[in-house]
């Protein structure tokens, strides 16, 4: 193996150890965390967060995979939001796994497309659980610094 990833850098300029770690450095800096929320207010929590956190994000992870929530009324006219009284019930989201591919590297960055496996349970009166996927590409430098940071959701 040590082999064979020697060759691939003397090939291609990769770094299996820093791709090792810049996966360690998406996933709980983004994936782990911002895929993971039981609530609205989780929710809205980890958007502030990712607002705050990311401010200068030149990708549209913040607006397609973090939207703002719109606020609506229950039925008996209390606030709510479409996760906490959804059509569908009570929703939620974990993140279970992911799998990067590098796509480019120039200098000290690299650039990523990454495959997300979440796992949604609705909880409503059919309690149901579904798998689904989501695509994030990003990039990181040598820092640990993350650029670049898009979502797009796949329909399965």
Do not use: C
């Amino acid at each position: 193996l040590n082999d064979a990833n020697s060759a691939k850098s003397r090939i291609t300029g990769l770094d299996t150890k820093r791709v090792k770690t810049d996966d360690g450095i998406i996933e709980s800096k983004v994936l782990k965390k911002y895929f993971t929320w039981k609530s609205g207010a989780d929710y809205e929590a980890l958007k502030k967060d990712f607002d705050e956190n990311f401010a200068n994000n030149d990708g549209n992870f913040g607006t397609v995979i973090l939207p703002d929530l719109k606020p609506e009324q229950d039925s008996d006219g209390n606030a709510t939001n479409a996760i906490d009284n959804g059509e569908f019930g009570v929703l939620n989201m974990t993140y279970v796994s992911s799998k990067s591919h590098v796509t480019a590297i120039e200098d000290d960055v690299y650039s990523y497309f990454t495959e997300v496996t979440v796992q949604s349970t609705i909880k409503g009166d059919d309690a149901e659980a579904s798998t689904g996927h989501i695509i994030v590409t990003y990039s990181i430098d040598k820092e640990g610094n993350i650029s670049h940071l898009n979502g797009f959701t796949v329909a399965d």
